[in-house]
């Protein structure tokens, strides 16, 4: 009855990052500006850490729609780009849903502008199609709460997952032997309040050194 | 398990608006009063827009609740309008059970006032019947959050899809080349937002021109 | 896969209400005061005004939780009353269960102080018996918003469809014909802005008085 | 000690609209869109309709700030309108200054983009040379609460009024019967709430006529 | 430097009831419904309790703004009752400011609908004439929370006292012991919290009799 | 169709406490600081008061997640500890899992920071191999609303039952009479509104004796 | 023009407290009661830490507003303790005051329920006497915002300085060197974010001891 | 009776950066910590590119508190850095005092955590020396809105300017013309929506380039 659970696996995994435009930046009002750009390049980040497949996708760039944010395109300069003539959304433009296909990812994890629309499409066709859809909520955005509650109602319905840039990073990673470095680095970068706990870790232990063994 | 992906089709979709009046908007206290009548106003254009079959119902006009707001008698003076005598849900109203019949459309596209009441007992009846249900929720509005969350649960578990009226427009329009003047100028009216990114686009154009070329 | 739509039926409903106690009052902070007292007693109202088996029950009302809300004790004198001796879950209560019984109904509306307790487990275990549970969300109170929502999404979860005392209300008498004048007395007591709306109406038909037919 | 109080006065007051620009208005974030955008046009149709004299300005129009709003281009077309060429406080522009002293007006009704600097700067200086200073809270917007509240605390400490469009369309209008369809007419326009109360008027009194004089 | 404390008295003190009409309240966002028209019969509660001269008027009952709220009319059947013909401000109405001089009170109590208009106004008013004025914040209603908040600031800044209707009650009593029945029926009807708080009380002490002195 | 009702039993349930670490505390930004200790504490008390078992488990406590909270680590000197070297859901740590089947019990109480990774990824895991899972809502923290929104639709749409410390002991100890004092006292400790009522039940009682039967 | 910084000096100052019982705590909502119990056990704490003369003073203990918190009838077993027989502003009892100026202390800190009438009383009149006032805004609770807010501007506007128990504790306190464990281990009681911060501190340095002097 | 204009002036201003540590930094909570840390690293940019002197300061940072955050140590290589070793209000540090009078400059810009001591404690003892004082809000934090709300109101009602880190830009730079690139990046930098304008500006710009003049 209840949704098994899906495991996101390094091996099976995508990243769609759907609209994530200059212009379409100003309707989202759900997230307060600076949280909402964190999480986008967050994902961003963890996409690229974890060498998944990411496809970027855009809207009308030429017109108010704007052009993606430009470190989306620095971070991933070879990724598939499908810039789309006018479908909304992605899965009707044949190109998106081939260069989805050529990963050979099952697993897709979704974000984009705005979330009813843009990203709940997407999810709801590549679901229909068999697809494991993870929809990366906090790097989604859109008009008001109001907005958003439906449409995470909507795409859980349909059999989505609801997930953040977080648990998506810790869900592929499993265990941090994998590399600590590297996942603390993320962690350190996007969230303020673990660069704290590693400034005020790091200082502490400098200031008390391991003592050296003693003949 | 899961609900399967219905998407809706300009050919399969009728809109019913259920006793937007001006008496019941007095009683709505889960949207500020500027936005909630935008909303109103924006379902009603795309209604239009798309050319959906549209019906008009409205409870006790002649008492405390008012009449039905003009903009949308003046939106639809030709759409079926059935004044119930007493029925609070619409669907307990022969006339307009057969009026949504005589659609033969199988997506009903649902909003009104109170969202608990008059949206979810027909929405709850249509689903009953086997139409597809689809809830504007913001168009629909009512006493509070807690009575909106309720009643959003309930016909969610029933079945019905929860959209906004711009996903519904998004759906329904699909492909931006289908019209980009008439979706646009939808948009303007209705999302502020989306308004100053059309002026500045066309402003930053028109200061721009492209070059005519140069023999 | 959904639930289907049980509709509320006059015959076959009864009301549970449980541990609305000054003292257990206090613990309720989802909503403010005057709002939740209001609700509390639109609910018995409309019990009353509708006639339907009440059932009353309270935990420890000689200690800390203090004595039933006296309105309810006045409102429902012959119903009956169960102080239980200990059960937290009014399920494990056998004169409850078959005062419950008794009335033949198969449509529970509870609504109880706190809500995921004394409630929640009611539902629970009602559902499991195979009635249907309809939980009256505005009219159940607890701690915050954070336990609210855990116990609204697990009573859903089990199959209890989430309400309103209003929605009771409409979905119960189903034809404003069928009482008018009654109806709208229960609404104007309990619903300020409804009660408004009637004032002003009443006001401006007098002002403006049909004209006698003139021979 | 107290502030005296400077009541407004159609003869005596001007309007500013400062920087309401397409591009700057995707920066305010303590409104929603729709409200804000509902707010800043009653304060153009007040000044209007009071024959405020009425100055708008802009700061770097041609670039990303983006052009005024179309609506006030309209609805203004031979007030002064003043694009500073890079004075961020209107008051630093010798021309606004000017056309300000060139209306004779002592009190200066302000409203702008943002809060904290646009509208904030230019209340202080205008103090500060002994005019009296209205800011007009609700069409001015800014980039969330805390910033809102900043500056409105250091505009009052300053000298300033805090008032809202609704309450300068009363304070100069003072008595209904100056015009009552004018005055109702701008309310019905731009507060849904206001509107609904004279439809169900309209509506309730058309369907009860005063009774003709029987000879 | 600061305002010196003016302590409420019994003997100097009046009540001024503004606008508190059926229409006008469907304006009232700032509070629940219920809350708002508790508070309200509070004020009025209290003003009689105490018998202060009480004064109420009217802008336009025979429009949309509708009837005065029907409990204030029977409270008071003998208070002086002003319709204003237009004036907005009540102190721009003769008979008004009369009826408040004649009552030989200096200490004005000002509630009334909607704050920054009908309120503030009268409050700024009587500042300027040398009454000390205390606005009843909690019975005193309007569109949300930016207006209210720029209006209490006004209306501050000028000189008003910023009271709650229970402030009021506890500053006119000044000690229980004058009357414990009466204050304490007074808050049982208005404060859910409190009657709980006596429920329980009567209730633990009837089942905990003192015990008779025994011989 | 609906979530049977798995009641939890005394004999069948064991309590997880996953990485409540002082370090993680401060990520915890969806309770206020003073609520979200004392419910994590309330479950550590009702645990031990239960006499379930109790697993507790960390992450890196060596690092900037920092060490358990002390009081943890002094309720339960004996239960099993399982500092995790690097798997980040425990039910990849052989372990762990080796000490949640020692216990015999299929009801796992689950609770930990953050709600979406330490506590999600095990209630996931432990579903998916057939235990009936119960999320203590209250005594899981995370980043923000929008981050324990998206995990507990997760956690709830894969089967897991959402709960409170609260509902937890009500459903354990199912009725009073089982030890009064005993849970009496743990409400009191951690419930502020309960323990004044039961101070404020006391002190009357005590003032008002039973009379001692007179002879 | 401005209020004269007037600092908290361990000498000069007195702590009120005023009306914290059992009942009355049932009416305090403008906080959580956890954060709310913890912020009068802070300021009770350090009155005790600081060694101030402490006042105790309750209203009508034997009625339903219930006896004093016991912690506080612990902490301060020696303080003087005013119950009055009816005053409601503390400084109208007589032995109150008497208490007061027997301290030969000029800064009054007070906190109390509810604060618009026992705190703003007494620091009105306490004002209009001389004394400083600083008002424990976190100690001190109401029904509600909209109360709060109303009462902080009446006392402000009086003359009185807003605090919180921290504020005041570190304006005492002065210089951590006067006592760094014991300021420390108040603030590691109060606040569980600097508790953690403690824990995590001194993990990290026990696991990092500094190296011995090798010879 | 009012403040007077003081005025920014790049000549005449200072920063002061009290106490952002790592440690402290888990304290805030009024902020959401990707605002947060943005807002101060913001105003850290601004100081530097002000070429303001700025002054840093710490409590304790070998404890607790933790280490300054590492990003202003970078930006600030040679400023005066004063580690405070006990002083809570750094005013009453002498090195602290001298380094600040050391600047010459009368206008002092204060940030820093938390708002309510270390913050509010040297404003005011700043505002007691004559300085004048700018807090700038949005880089202070603390652990709570009732918190700040007090110490906004002890500092302004002490003297002090409430400001935000955008308005302090603005009004230093006053002319765009002074640096249009210059501000512009510092603005792209820290203001999500403003690099949006710019990126979607220079877009259709490019698009759209101006026509060479043709010969």
């Keep these: 009855m209840s949704k098994p659970y899906s495991r996101l696996d390094i091996a099976n995994a995508a990243v769609l990052m759907v609209d994530h435009q200059a212009g379409l930046l100003s309707l989202v009002r759900d997230f307060n500006p600076d949280q909402f750009k964190n999480n986008v390049l967050a994902l961003a980040d ?3 850490y974890f060498k998944l497949p990411t496809i ?3 809207s009308f760039e030429d017109g108010p729609n704007g052009p993606l944010m430009p ?3 620095e971070k991933f300069p070879n ?3 499908i810039p789309r003539p006018g479908q ?3 899965w009707d433009n044949e ?3 081939k260069a989805v296909k050529a990963t050979g990812r099952k697993q897709l994890i979704i974000a984009g502008i705005v979330t009813e629309v843009c990203v709940a499409f997407l999810a709801l066709s590549a679901l229909a199609e068999g697809f494991e859809v993870f929809v990366v909520t906090d790097a989604s955005g859109t008009f008001n709460e109001i907005t958003r509650d439906s449409s995470w109602n909507r795409m859980s319905e349909a059999g989505a997952q609801l997930v953040t840039w977080f648990a998506v990073a810790c869900e592929l990673h499993r265990d941090w032997r994998r590399d600590v ?3 603390g680095a993320l962690f350190a970068k996007h969230i303020p309040d673990y660069r704290n706990l590693m400034t005020s870790y790091s200082a502490i232990k400098a200031a008390n ?3 050296r063994s003693v003949p």
């Design 46 to 48: 963890l996409a690229a």
């Design 95 to 97: 190109d998106f849903v």
């Design 56 to 58: 970027l996708t855009t």
């Design 79 to 81: 990724a598939p780009f």
């Design 88 to 90: 909304i959304n992605a």
């Design 209 to 211: 050194p391991l003592p």
């Design 71 to 73: 470190e989306l395109k």
């Design 181 to 183: 470095e590297g996942l």
